[in-house]
């Protein structure tokens, strides 16, 4: 079996998102034979996206958006993109105060132009860090990976 490469990119501004990101991987970690990048979304770039088989997007809901760091990734990629019609699965985890739909639809939007296609319905996680969305987040790492490995997605 072919060893799976998954990309994590991610903006985060006061370290929530980062720590979500972080147990994103911890739950790959837990998947043999998968490789893994963790990456600020302002240091990603098209390269990442044609090394990995997945993708797994994380990013805070900023006034009622998705981060501007995880915009400019998108910003800066997307034409890029083009060329390869990537057609790549990918997960999304959004760390909000209190909502997180706005950046959860708006990344959806961005990303059927690459094009992307969803693992599963957006991991929206609300309030301050609690064990339980590092749980999810874990979760949905190792879901991704297993995932990936088994040739679901
Ligand atoms: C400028 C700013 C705008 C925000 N806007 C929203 C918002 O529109 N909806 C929401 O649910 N949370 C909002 N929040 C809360 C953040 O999404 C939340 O605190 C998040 O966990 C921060 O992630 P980070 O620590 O990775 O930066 C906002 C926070 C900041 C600083």
């Known amino acids: ?39 600020r979304a302002m240091e990603a770039g098209i390269e990442d996206l044609r090394w990995c088989d997945g993708i797994i997007f994380g990013t805070p809901e900023n006034l009622g958006y998705l981060s501007g760091g995880l ?32 950046a959860a639809a708006q990344l959806q939007r961005i990303v059927k132009g690459y094009p992307l296609k969803a693992i599963a319905e957006p991991l929206i996680l609300k309030g301050e860090l609690q064990p ?5 987040c874990r979760d949905l790492g190792q879901a991704v990976a297993a995932g990936l490995t088994l040739g679901i997605f």
Do not use: C
């Open 1 to 39: 079996m072919v060893a799976k490469r998954i990309v994590v990119i991610y903006h985060s501004q006061s370290g929530t998102t980062r720590a979500l990101a972080e147990a994103v991987t911890a739950g790959i970690a837990l998947e043999p034979g998968v490789s893994w990048r963790l990456l």
């Open 132 to 136: 339980g969305a590092l749980q999810q």
């Open 71 to 102: 915009k400019d990734f998108f910003d800066r990629t997307y034409y890029p993109a083009q060329r390869y019609q990537f057609n790549k699965p990918y997960g999304l985890f959004v760390s909000a105060g209190n909502d997180g739909s706005g």
